[in-house]
T-cell receptor, first 115, second 111 residues
Framework: GAGVSQTPSNKVTEKGKYVELRCDPI?????LYWYRQSLGQGPEFLIY????????DSGLPNDRFFAVRPEGSVSTLKIQRTERGDSAVYLC?????????????FGPGTRLTVL | QKEVEQNSGPLSVPEGAIASLNCTYS??????FFWYRQYSGKSPELIMS????GDKEDGRFTAQLNKASQYVSLLIRDSQPSDSATYLC???????????FGSGTKLNVKP
């Protein structure tokens, strides 16, 4: 079956601009996670959705970052007033449920470059 | 102390040897642990998960968990050049659903 998909695969933007990154999880997966991965580092947790609600957004670095999942499926990560330090690969993952033993399946990521 | 720690490597082993990858974690209450493999430029893919103390084997891979020592390891037997990748250890730390990843260990299997 189809895996997690993310669009765009690459996004280049200028400092100060607004960007939206989209994640389409595996069909039927109720839990959705966003991570950010910088070069040489492991994925860093940003936010987790169970259904439509953000169950834990403690990883969002500041109020320029916001994410939604209005219908409990597709999610959008929104970054306002982008800064060069926001450049990274943004990974989305989904799991069947919110159980800590459920495997998280990752999408291919969106590489964001802020000039 | 970071929540999940790994030696960044690189770890170099000859083809056919056993590669041993190690991970320590900070939360004694953590119950589940995951090993992901990440090829350069690609996203992480699950190799193994382990929840109970002891060993869990799957083909050439064995995960080992020691909750008393807060230590997880991954052994790769008969290492192949195609195993060359970064291996990430992950666990929910302090929070049931908030997963922390180590920085990854880069493995290089030499033909």
């Amino acid at each position: 079956g189809a895996g997690v998909s993310q669009t765009p695969s690459n996004k280049v933007t200028e400092k100060g601009k607004y960007v939206e990154l989209r994640c389409d999880p595996i069909s039927g997966h109720t839990a959705l996670y966003w991570y950010r991965q910088s070069l040489g580092q492991g994925p860093e947790f940003l936010i987790y959705f169970q259904g439509t609600g953000a169950a834990d957004d403690s990883g969002l670095p500041n109020d320029r970052f916001f994410a939604v999942r209005p219908e409990g499926s597709v999610s959008t990560l929104k970054i306002q007033r982008t800064e060069r330090g926001d450049s990274a690969v943004y990974l989305c993952a989904s799991s069947r449920s919110s159980s800590s033993t459920d495997t998280q399946y990752f999408g291919p990521g969106t590489r964001l470059t802020v000039l | 102390q970071k929540e999940v720690e790994q030696n960044s490597g690189p770890l170099s082993v000859p083809e056919g040897a056993i590669a041993s990858l190690n991970c320590t974690y900070s939360d004694r209450g953590s119950q589940s642990f995951f090993w992901y493999r990440q090829y350069s430029g690609k996203s992480p893919e699950l190799i193994m998960s382990i929840y109970s103390n002891g060993d869990k084997e799957d083909g050439r891979f064995t995960a080992q968990l020691n909750k008393a020592s807060q230590y997880v390891s991954l052994l790769i037997r008969d290492s192949q050049p195609s195993d060359s990748a970064t291996y990430l250890c992950a666990a929910p730390i302090y929070n049931f659903n908030k997963f922390y990843f180590g920085s990854g260990t880069k493995l290089n299997v030499k033909p």
